[in-house]
Every structure is written in C-alpha cells, then in structure tokens.
C-alpha cells in the first residue's frame, strides 16, 4: 500500500484528536475539556476539519450537536489510526522472558558456539521456554551488513570493527594455547619453539586464508611452519588432533574445553600472541528494545558466571 506523504503531510494530525474528542462528547465545550485544550481553540478545529472532509461533522440539533452521516462513518477508523499512532509512540513494554514468544538471530563462530551454547539454552528452556535461537556462522567481513539490513541481531566473536551506529561490548579476552596428542607427538607440555616449529600444525580461519596469528609473531622472529590443514570450522579440529601427529593453536577457553572432553594435551604456546577480545556486536536500534537488552544481559551474566580461573599449568 501506498502512502501519499505529501498530502499527509498537509494534515495536522492532531485535527484526528479533536475529532474524536468531538464526536465523543459532541460538544465543543467538553471536547476541549477533555483534549486540554481552549473552547476557541476546539472551535477552530472544528471549522478546519469541516474543510478537510467537506463536511458540517456536527450540526445543531434541539437535544445540541448532532453527527453527520459522514463523521458517524468516521468513528471507528479515526479511533483505530489514533490507537496505532499511540502504540507506535508508547514506550516499549517491559519484557518478560518467561511468557516471550520470539525468536532472536545470532552470528556466531562455531568456536564460541559450542562454548556458550550449552549453557544459554539450558538456561532459556528453564526461565524462558518460549525464546527461539536462530544460528548464523559469522562472518567478520560481513557482520556489519548482516546488522544493518536485520539479519542478524547479535553478533558474538572477535570484532575490531564498526562505525557509530553499532554498539560493541566485550565479553572477556582470551589468550591462546597449544593443544595436541602427547601420545601421537612425543611432545609433553610445555611444548618448546623447536617443537613447535617442527611439527605440522592445523589452521582454523574464518576467511579460509593459510595465514594467522602464529604466523605473524613467527614472522617476528625469523621462523615459519608447515600448516597441514585449514578449515573454517573449529569443532573439527579436537576429531583430527586426536588421530593426527599435529598441533593446533586457539583460544585458550576453547583449548581447555578440547582437553578436557577430549582427551588432548594442553600447553602454553612457546612465543607471544595478543590478547584477543570476544564481544557482542549490535546495531544502534535494538539498543534499547527490551527483549534484545535482556538478551544480551543474560549472555553477560552466564559469562561471569562461567569464567573459571585458569589453571597455574596453563598459563602462559
């Protein structure tokens, strides 16, 4: 449907509050009492919205003012366009998670995924049965857009971009670690810069590119090493590392959860990586709506709750 703005835009939408102040209490004296407003000034309404609708509206009658045919017909739809406009204008309501029937859209990393995932169902199924998740693979170079165009309405990984109508909070840094099979490798931890070099390591980058982080500090310092495999997706990684003579460098969060479920060997990595910052991504516009807030701030919670203080061993 069609909206002609320029003929809206010649109409004093309150002239719609005075008339049905109007044909509520058909006078013009409770009218105005009613919208707050002067008899002159309610009086002046009246005449203006006589030439919008080339009609009388009300007419003088014995028992006091009368509706036309026409102003009768207008009841209803004045009345159901007043009470849009005010649902539009209301202040949002108050979300309450445990009657919410929605669905939320999230771009998130398969690393974080099986980190966070977990706990945030577990924890919506007991306190808000009806809220949906709906997963997207991230993808950094196109968050942003995915953002803009509604997407995606939370963005959870590692984001240093963003212009100022995106919001970014951080979760918690992380650094990186070595996980490996001691067995396969002939490595016990910590794992030393020969070994490290020496042995074929896997890759995970979300831009399929064989080039990370590791190879930047190495390059610092004079070295390279031989990446066996690269892949986007960091959940299969802990299936090769246990069959495989190979050792793969992540995040240290999601190292510890490998090698614990898995049964893999966890080390400091022998040369210094940066910190890295896990975040929520969002756009200007859900800042405020109340179920996107509760959202996020349940995320933030179970994260506090979550963070373990890392073990002496593996500290890097």
């Known amino acids: 449907m069609s909206i002609d703005h320029i003929h809206l835009a010649r109409l004093d939408l309150n002239l719609?509050?005075?008339?049905d102040a109007l044909l509520t209490e058909r006078s013009v004296t409770r009218a105005a009492s009613r919208v707050g407003i002067g008899q002159s000034a309610m009086s002046h309404a009246l005449g203006r919205l006589r030439t919008v609708f080339h009609d009388e509206i009300l007419?003088?009658?014995?028992e006091g003012m009368r509706p036309t045919p026409r102003s009768l017909a207008l009841v209803q739809p004045v009345r159901a366009a007043l009470a849009q406009i005010e649902a539009i204008v209301?202040?949002?309501?108050?979300f309450d998670p445990a009657t919410a029937d929605v669905t939320f859209t999230l771009g998130i990393p398969d690393s974080t995924e099986v980190l966070l995932m977990p706990q945030l169902v577990a924890h919506l199924r007991a306190v808000a049965p009806g809220v949906k998740l709906l997963l997207h693979t991230v993808d950094r170079l196109r968050i942003l857009e995915d953002l803009d165009t509604g997407r995606v309405d939370l963005g959870i990984g590692v984001f240093e971009q963003g212009q100022t109508h995106h919001k970014r909070r951080v979760l918690y840094r992380e650094?990186?670690?070595?996980?490996?099979?001691?067995d396969l490798v002939g490595v016990t931890p910590p794992i030393s810069l020969e070994d490290?070099?020496?042995l074929p390591h896997l890759l995970t980058s979300l831009v399929e590119t064989p080039h990370g982080v590791v190879d930047d500090a190495l390059a610092k310092i004079g070295l390279t090493r031989v990446i066996a495999m690269t892949s986007p997706r960091f959940t299969v990684m802990p299936?090769?590392?246990?069959q495989a003579p190979v050792i793969a460098t992540m995040l240290s969060q999601l190292a510890r959860f490998f090698g614990d479920s898995m049964g893999l060997t966890v080390s400091p990595a022998?040369?210094?990586?940066?910190?890295?910052?896990?975040?929520m991504i969002w756009h200007a516009s859900n800042d405020e709506v109340p179920?996107?807030?509760w959202l996020r701030e349940t995320i933030v919670r179970l994260q506090r709750e979550d963070r373990r203080p890392m073990p002496a061993s593996q500290q890097t």
Do not use: E, G, H, K
């Not at 719609?16 to 008339?19: D, I």
């Not at 007419?59 to 014995?62: E, I, L, N, S, Y």
């Not at 209301?90 to 108050?94: G, K």
């Open 175 to 182: 650094n990186y670690l070595c996980v490996f099979n001691a």
């Open 239 to 242: 299936f090769v590392l246990q």
């Open 270 to 279: 022998p040369i210094a990586l940066p910190d890295m910052a896990i975040s």
């Open 291 to 293: 179920a996107q807030r």
């Open 90 to 94: 209301a202040p949002p309501q108050a």
């Open 59 to 62: 007419t003088r009658a014995p």
């Open 16 to 19: 719609l509050v005075a008339l």
């Open 196 to 198: 490290y070099v020496r």
